[in-house]
């Protein structure tokens, strides 16, 4: 088999419509905030007795640092990972832009049910990516010299709008490992120039990253020799490994069966 084709084209979309389903969770996060870079960060340290020694790099999704997110990356730290999280949208995630009530935690929301229709989506999808794209390098570096030592190994997990800042640690030596969940914002390329381990847990139905997208990705990544795996679930839509409702026992599942992926990856990549 040859060489695949890269043509710079997106093979995951930008975020739409899909990004902004899903459910908000109720629990409490039990990490601090710290400054990092100029960026408002999330930093939840494992306890003492779990600690491996490891860091997990936390890219959100357009909801940025919320309860869903926070909570998850106490998880990583429960499996032993110091886990940090950057808000690189700056203090304006989605969800600013009408929040849902208090007494919506736990329920099923559409973000397209409660937003403002006179909202200009796209284009404060533009604005954060370009703040994120500059804000993630020196915040990476910035993260390694405060917490890092010379052995330290690390590894980013990036979710939906998160998902290229993974592929671009890995295409720089700069992580062990990395996972992206329900990915948005990658083109062929970024598949292409990975050099390290990539875990991809997606959904089989998923607008964003549709089966004919996925395959192409497969197929670079097969291509070039890359090490990667994919965990692919039916019956559930984009945003399931942050979003999914929790109530509802196959939900569940897939959720809590993505985030046990994504570390049994770390677990073995990172431990070599």
């Known amino acids: 088999m040859g060489e695949a084709q890269v043509t710079g084209q997106y093979l995951a979309k930008l975020p739409g419509d899909c990004c902004t389903k899903g459910c908000i969770h109720k629990g409490n996060p039990r990490g601090a905030y710290e400054t990092i870079a100029g960026v408002e960060t999330y930093v939840v340290h494992p306890p003492p007795e779990r600690a491996n020694g490891r860091i997990v790099l936390y890219f959100a999704d357009i909801f940025g640092l919320y309860t869903n997110g926070l909570l998850v990356m106490d998880s990583f730290a429960d499996a032993g990972y110091l886990a940090l999280g950057l808000d690189y949208f700056d203090g304006d995630p989605i969800w600013k832009h009408q929040p849902p009530s208090e007494d919506s935690k736990g329920q099923s929301y559409d973000f397209r049910d409660w937003i403002d229709p006179s909202f200009d989506f796209h284009g404060w999808v533009n604005k954060h990516i370009a703040f994120a794209d500059d804000a993630v390098p020196r915040w990476t570096a910035a993260v390694k010299q405060r917490y890092g030592q010379a052995d330290t190994k690390y590894a980013c997990v990036g979710y939906c709008f998160g998902a290229p800042y993974v592929c ?61 795996e994919l965990q692919l679930f039916t019956d559930v839509e984009h945003g399931f490994a942050l979003r999914s409702d929790l109530d509802d026992p196959y939900q569940r599942y897939v959720k809590d069966a993505s985030f046990r992926g994504v570390v049994h990856w770390f677990d073995v990549w990172l431990s070599q």
């Open 168 to 228: 671009d640690l890995l295409a720089r030596d700069d992580v062990s490992a990395g996972a992206i969940a329900h990915p948005a914002s990658l083109k062929d390329s970024h598949f292409a120039n990975i050099k390290r381990p990539l875990f991809l847990s997606c959904a089989q139905v998923d607008y964003t990253f549709s089966q004919e997208s996925r395959r192409k990705a497969l197929d670079i990544l097969h291509s070039g020799k890359k090490t990667w």
